[in-house]
């Protein structure tokens, strides 16, 4: 079966670019870009529409999550249309949540970008008739949903604070940064990274910093720490997209040699800073994974199966020295 991707452009939105991108399966390639392939006829699996909204296309993160998707979509012949903001931002996802419902899919695929905030657009788009399958962040109000798949987020910042922790020779000051209070990764990876750094009494943690990958925020939040807490010895970041501007700050305050850095997800420029000696260590999420198992339950929601409410997939810690491992190489944020 061929895959035929459309890349539809669809207007604007507000500050948001939305591409739109359309995997069908189809009897015939279609180079149209305006159509998304035409399903075989009489296939139930193909005339199953489904919509991916992803918390940003511009994060590595869920371009291997769309990976995992797509080619799970094509394995099991369903028509997958691919969506997201700009930025992780829910007043840039919102509007795309309600474009997407009023194409009235079969299941929509979304990592909402606020807990609260996506609750009326997607609850509108279910009571429409569409299958929620969440994924990656949640909402406060689950029942909304078939079901939910992430990664143990609490586990997720455990795993960074205890790296850290080693890394700094388990003394001295270190700042967290993560995403507002509302996106519920965070919200978990927060109390982990809290809950690790309780065991240990020689390192002070300071108030934590909020960030979610916006230009400039987190460079702008290390050098303001550095100023104030020159005995800085330890930064974490849970948002991948904040690790670029942690290590521009610490660069422009020849604070590297310093502070040590540990840092969440995989994207490929966080791989080449891991190898650069940039950053120490990364926190590494099955994204692929996350991508195929959230189309499996799309499926098996539109065809009335149970979904399991919650499945939270383990993360991995990623130095230079198991870089090559296939769990951890496998694992790396990769589109395709
Ligand atoms: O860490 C991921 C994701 O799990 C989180 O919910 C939001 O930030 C990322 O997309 C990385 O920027």
Redesign the pocket.
């Known amino acids: 079966m061929s895959l035929t991707k459309a890349l539809r452009t669809s207007a604007v939105l507000s500050a948001a670019l939305v591409v739109t991108l359309t995997v069908g399966s189809c009897g015939a390639s279609s180079d149209s870009a305006t159509t998304s392939g035409s399903p075989d006829a009489g296939s139930a699996a193909a005339e199953k529409n489904i919509s991916l909204i992803l ?2 296309i511009s ?1 590595d ?2 371009k291997a999550v769309e990976c995992g998707a797509k080619l799970e979509a094509e394995v099991k012949g369903v028509n997958l249309d691919v969506q997201g903001p700009a930025q ?1 931002d829910a007043a840039l996802q919102i509007p795309i949540v309600n474009a997407v419902a009023a194409k009235s899919p079969q299941a929509i695929i979304i ?1 909402p970008n606020d807990s609260g905030a996506l609750m009326p657009p997607l609850k509108a788009a279910v009571d429409g008739g569409a299958k929620l399958v969440l994924f ?2 949640n909402l406060d109000d689950t029942s909304l949903a078939a079901g939910h798949i ?2 143990d ?1 609490v586990l ?1 910042g455990q795993q960074g604070a205890a790296k850290l922790a080693e890394i700094i020779g388990d003394e001295g000051s270190v700042l967290g940064i993560f ?1 507002p209070p509302g ?4 919200d978990l990876g927060r109390k982990g990274f809290q809950d690790e750094l309780a065991k240990h009494p020689g390192i002070k943690l300071l108030p934590f910093e909020f960030s ?2 916006a230009p400039g925020k987190s460079a702008a939040i290390v050098s303001a720490v550095l100023a104030s807490k020159p005995d800085l010895k330890g930064i974490f970041t ?5 690790a670029q501007g942690v290590v521009t700050a610490l660069r422009e305050a020849k604070a590297a040699d310093q502070v040590s850095f540990v840092s ?2 995989a ?1 490929p420029f966080q791989v080449d800073q891991l190898q650069q000696g940039l950053v120490k260590a990364l926190v590494i ?1 099955q994204a692929r994974t996350m991508g195929k198992t959230a189309v499996d339950f799309a499926i098996r929601a539109i065809d009335g199966e149970q979904v399991p409410a919650e499945t939270a997939l383990p993360t991995l810690v990623g130095t230079l020295d198991n870089l090559t491992e296939p769990d951890v190489a496998d694992n790396l944020y990769k589109g395709c």
Do not use: E, I, P
């Open positions: 918390g940003t994060d993160f869920y992780f990592a990656d962040t992430g990664s987020y997720y995403s996106v519920s990764t965070n979610s990958g849970f948002n991948g997209g904040d969440g997800d994207q999420q």
